[in-house]
Antibody, heavy 119, light 107 residues
Framework: QVQLVESGGGVVQPGRSLRLSCAAS????????MHWVRQAPGKGLEWVAL????????YYADSVKGRFTIFRDNSENTLSLQMNSLRAEDTAVYYC????????????WGQGSLVTVSS | DIQMTQSPSSLSASVGDRVTITCRAS??????LAWFQQKPGKAPKSLIY???SLQSGVPSRFSGSGSGTDFTLTISSLQPEDFATYYC?????????FGPGTKVDIK
């Protein structure tokens, strides 16, 4: 069955960097687009980024463009999110999610990793 | 960016009730609309995609409809495990965007 396990979250100071990872199993990782979605404490869902199955195409929310980079390693079945110049408003649970194919619809989600940006 | 709105923002209902949630897009998105359920402290669960297609394993009491800018999620007979927050998402255009959510709680 599809499994997505995020790691790398924690407490980081404003302006610093952090990298999240998502280990995927139970499906052919290299055939599917992948998403990052986040949720600030007590708030709704916010789509963050998508990377195509072959890493040729990447899309970002305006709120993270230029600061966050999504990338993947299809040989290791791993999705990553490099987060630079972090701000307090980046504090959230970050979910990785598998796309149903290459449509933009996330059909399976990980359990999330909490990132807290605080001095 | 495409803005998504949902109504109502919250509702109270009883087990067995028929519940309808509305989602509206700021511009036409064809049928590139999905619905998700989220319970407190848990990851979202995918329910419906392409406006009306049921995700595998989702009970048939959930259904979706709509096209263009106006969409609905219907729960035909509310069950105890359905009390949660529901989100719509458009994936017609990047950046993809979610609605603000509708909380369904017990009357």
């Amino acid at each position: 069955q599809v499994q997505l396990v995020e790691s790398g979250g924690g407490v980081v100071q404003p302006g610093r960097s952090l990298r999240l990872s998502c280990a995927a199993s139970g499906f052919t990782f290299s055939s599917y687009d992948m998403h990052w979605v986040r949720q600030a404490p007590g708030k709704g869902l916010e789509w963050v980024a998508l990377i195509s199955f072959d890493a040729r195409n990447k899309y970002y929310a305006d709120s993270v463009k230029g600061r966050f980079t999504i990338f993947r390693d299809n040989s290791e079945n791993t999705l990553s999110l490099q987060m630079n110049s972090l701000r307090a408003e980046d504090t959230a649970v970050y979910y990785c999610a598998k796309d149903i194919g290459n449509s933009g619809y996330p059909d399976y989600w990980g359990q999330g990793s909490l990132v807290t940006v605080s001095s | 960016d495409i803005q998504m709105t949902q109504s109502p923002s919250s509702l109270s209902a009883s087990v067995g009730d028929r519940v309808t949630i509305t989602c509206r897009a700021s511009q036409a998105i064809s049928n590139y609309l999905a619905w998700f359920q989220q319970k407190p402290g848990k990851a979202p669960k995918s329910l419906i995609y392409a406006a009306s297609s049921l995700q595998s394993g989702v009970p048939s009491r959930f259904s979706g409809s709509g096209s263009g800018t106006d969409f609905t999620l219907t729960i035909s007979s509310l069950q105890p495990e359905d009390f949660a927050t529901y989100y719509c998402q458009q994936y017609n255009t990047y950046p993809s965007t979610f609605g603000p959510g509708t909380k369904v709680d017990i009357k």
